[in-house]
């Protein structure tokens, strides 16, 4: 495409996510708090490492980092291209994405709240699912780059919509990781095979995420690679929780579960992935899923 593209942001996700963009895009210029991995970037995969004013001089502008006020603090800060279209990959707060396409709009800059899904693994192959917030025409003018990189790639309403759709995904991943150790360890403490009760719940009604990849994969081999941080997952069910008192809904399950999660990232070991989660079961317990 004629246009050119910049990613802000190189971590585990948008350093696969921008190695897609140049298939795609004749210009595209990566940025990254830490430049050496942007010309590292740049060198991998044919990409351009820019200093951040350049960055932001992009058409179209992808954005993934740790948090929304990461993102904020960083737009704050620069002068961005009128007529651009920032695309927030972060998994941020609905107020903050809200404010921000408020914010930029007087500068004739269209901010999309558009976090994503899949993992690391999604990431590499752009099969992520991007949940789009904002202005419909933005949209529509960049989908085919939000298509670079996922494979679903839908708008879910108003800005803070996507961000809003995010977190509550991540809430549910956290609530049903949480009852799966629960059940895991209550059959292993009934002499039940693990591995065999796997199989027959993956073939019924109880199968889930977690139990088809999450739990054979990171949990009972012992492995827990890190793919996203148990501190990433805490952050999101915190905001998901958020937005249920804002709506002023019950949600006890919500609430115990967010509890659950943020003691388990505030007790686990440094760069712990959310599947850690579990261990803080297991130290109650005193039963090891394996």
């Known amino acids: 495409m004629s246009q050119s593209v910049a990613f802000i942001g190189l971590g585990a996700m948008g ?6 963009l140049p298939k795609h895009f ?9 430049f050496s991995k942007a010309q590292q970037h740049a060198t991998e995969y044919g990409t351009i490492a820019v200093e951040l004013a ?3 001089q992009a058409d179209i502008i992808f954005s993934c980092l740790p948090t ?17 279209i920032w695309i927030d990959c972060t998994s941020g707060v609905p107020e903050t994405a809200r404010r921000l396409a408020e914010k930029l709009k007087v500068q004739n800059v269209d901010f999309l709240d558009a976090p994503v899904s899949g993992q690391t693994i999604g990431a590499e192959n752009a099969t992520l699912t991007v949940m789009v917030g904002g202005d419909v025409s933005a949209f529509e003018r960049t989908y085919s780059a939000m298509a670079a990189v996922g494979k679903l790639i839908q708008h879910v309403g108003d800005s803070g919509a996507g961000f ?20 895991f360890t209550t059959l292993k403490a009934h002499g039940v ?3 065999a009760a796997l199989n027959c719940i993956n073939a019924s009604s109880g199968k889930s995420l977690v139990t088809e990849n999450i739990f054979p994969q990171r949990v009972l081999s012992r492995e827990f690679p890190c793919t996203f941080a148990l501190p990433l997952l805490a952050k999101d069910t ?27 990232s505030l007790t686990a070991e440094a760069n712990s992935d959310f599947s850690a989660a579990v261990k803080l079961y297991e130290s109650w317990s005193k039963i090891t899923l394996e």
């Open 164 to 183: 809003a759709v995010k977190a509550i995904n991540n809430m549910l991943l956290a609530v049903n990781l949480w009852s799966v150790a629960e059940g």
């Open 238 to 264: 915190g905001i998901a929780l958020d937005l249920v008192h804002n709506a002023k809904l019950p949600a006890p399950i919500l609430a115990l579960t967010q509890s659950l999660i943020q003691a388990a």
């Open 68 to 84: 929304s006020a990461d993102v904020e603090a960083l737009i704050d800060g620069v002068n961005i291209k009128s007529g651009a």
């Open 26 to 34: 004749e210009e595209v210029y990566v940025w990254n708090r830490n």
């Open 193 to 195: 095979n693990l591995d």
């Open 54 to 56: 350049q960055a932001v």
């Open 15 to 20: 350093y696969r996510m921008a190695a897609h």
